[in-house]
Nanobody, 124 residues
C-alpha cells in the first residue's frame, strides 16, 4: 500500500506561481510512476503531468506545457508540480497519483493510489 498526501495548494493571482508537493509513505516509492491530475467543477478529471519511475521521462497536458514542471525525489519519497504563469482556467482540485508501472501512463484508471487532493484557485 502507498499513502499519498498533497500540499501546497492555495489562492494565487493570475500570473503567479505555486508548488505542489506529494509525500508518499508505505511501499518503496521509487517503483511507481507518478502523476498529477486535476478536476475543475463540472468537468472530468484530467491528466496534468506524469513522470516515469526513473524521472527521465515526463508528459505534460498541452495547456500546461512550458508553464508546469513535474519532478520527483525518490530519496525523499516525494513528487512535485511547479506551476508558473498560472491562469484562472488552472483552477481545480489537484490530485497526486501513483501507478505500479515503470513507463508513464496518462490514463487515470491505471493509477493505483490517490491523494486526497489540494485546491488551487487562480483569480483574474
Amino acid at each position: 500500500q502507498v499513502q499519498l498526501v498533497e500540499s501546497g495548494g492555495g489562492l494565487v493571482q493570475a500570473g503567479g506561481s505555486l508548488r505542489l508537493s506529494c509525500a508518499a509513505s508505505g511501499r518503496t516509492f521509487g517503483i511507481y510512476t507518478m502523476g498529477w491530475f486535476r478536476q475543475a467543477p463540472g468537468k472530468e478529471r484530467e491528466i496534468v503531468a506524469a513522470i516515469s519511475k526513473s524521472g527521465s521521462n515526463s508528459y505534460y497536458e498541452y495547456s500546461v506545457r512550458g508553464r508546469f514542471t513535474i519532478s520527483r525525489d525518490n530519496a525523499k519519497n516525494s513528487a512535485y508540480l511547479q506551476m508558473n504563469s498560472l491562469k484562472p482556467e488552472d483552477t481545480a482540485v489537484y490530485y497526486c497519483a501513483a501507478a505500479r508501472r515503470i513507463a508513464i501512463t496518462t490514463a487515470d484508471y491505471e493509477y493505483d493510489y490517490w491523494g486526497q487532493g489540494t485546491q488551487v484557485t487562480v483569480s483574474s
